[in-house]
T-cell receptor, first 112, second 113 residues
Framework: GQNIDQPTEMTATEGAIVQINCTYQTSGFNGLFWYQQHAGEAPTFLSYNVLDGLEEKGRFSSFLSRSKGYSYLLLKELQMKDSASYLCAVRDYGGSQGNLIFGKGTKLSVKP | EPEVTQTPSHQVTQMGQEVILRCVPISNHLYFYWYRQILGQKVEFLVSFYNNEISEKSEIFDDQFSVERPDGSNFTLKIRSTKLEDSAMYFC???????????FGQGTRLTVV
């Protein structure tokens, strides 16, 4: 079956660093995506990993280990506006399919 | 910046009625999707559409659901006879190519009463 696990909630302090983990078991793999979703809004794209290693994009970095079925999203210099849900999603196949399988999301609360 | 647009933003309908949710994907994108998110739950895949036909659909996408791309810009999701459990946020998404990210619209909040 398809399974994506991530912590339900996390809390961190403004200015700090937080790491949100994601483990996955899917029938295929064609990339792992992280999306940010504020309450009542659409998911917005943060990062994409298809090969092992770290991808850095400003304050956000994402890491992938395909052999371990593991990824993390690292947020640095946390700001209050980073309070949101962070969704880990796997694309199980490419081509004309390539729909995303989402985890339940990690609700991050950033406190002053 | 190009974006996926969805209308309406909110729709309230009576159980058993038909609804059509509308989406205008980003103009040069080739792959189109509908997802839904029941309040407090995860985003779930419904259907993907490529080259003017459905390429994949989930178990949720039963005979009550259909999609169309009637012209070069619109992409619609129709629910023929709505049920209470169809109440959710429905997101349209599109992407350009095989190794690109999907862009999501702002969603249509469907409430079935």
């Amino acid at each position: 079956g398809q399974n994506i696990d991530q912590p339900t909630e996390m809390t961190a302090t403004e200015g700090a660093i937080v790491q949100i983990n994601c483990t996955y078991q899917t029938s295929g793999f064609n990339g792992l995506f992280w999306y940010q979703q504020h309450a009542g809004e659409a998911p917005t794209f943060l990062s994409y990993n298809v090969l092992d290693g770290l991808e850095e994009k400003g304050r956000f970095s994402s890491f992938l280990s395909r052999s371990k079925g593991y990824s993390y999203l690292l947020l640095k210099e946390l700001q209050m506006k980073d309070s949101a849900s962070y969704l880990c999603a796997v694309r199980d196949y490419g081509g004309s399919q390539g729909n995303l399988i989402f985890g339940k999301g990690t609700k991050l609360s950033v406190k002053p | 910046e190009p974006e996926v647009t969805q209308t309406p933003s909110h729709q309230v309908t009576q159980m058993g009625q038909e609804v059509i949710l509308r989406c205008v994907p980003i103009s040069n994108h080739l792959y189109f999707y509908w997802y839904r998110q029941i309040l407090g739950q995860k985003v779930e895949f419904l259907v993907s559409f490529y080259n003017n036909e459905i390429s994949e659909k989930s178990e949720i996408f039963d005979d009550q659901f259909s999609v169309e791309r009637p012209d070069g810009s619109n992409f619609t999701l129709k629910i023929r006879s709505t049920k209470l459990e169809d109440s959710a946020m429905y997101f349209c998404a599109s992407r350009y190519g095989m190794n690109t990210e999907a862009f999501f619209g702002q969603g249509t909040r469907l409430t079935v009463v």
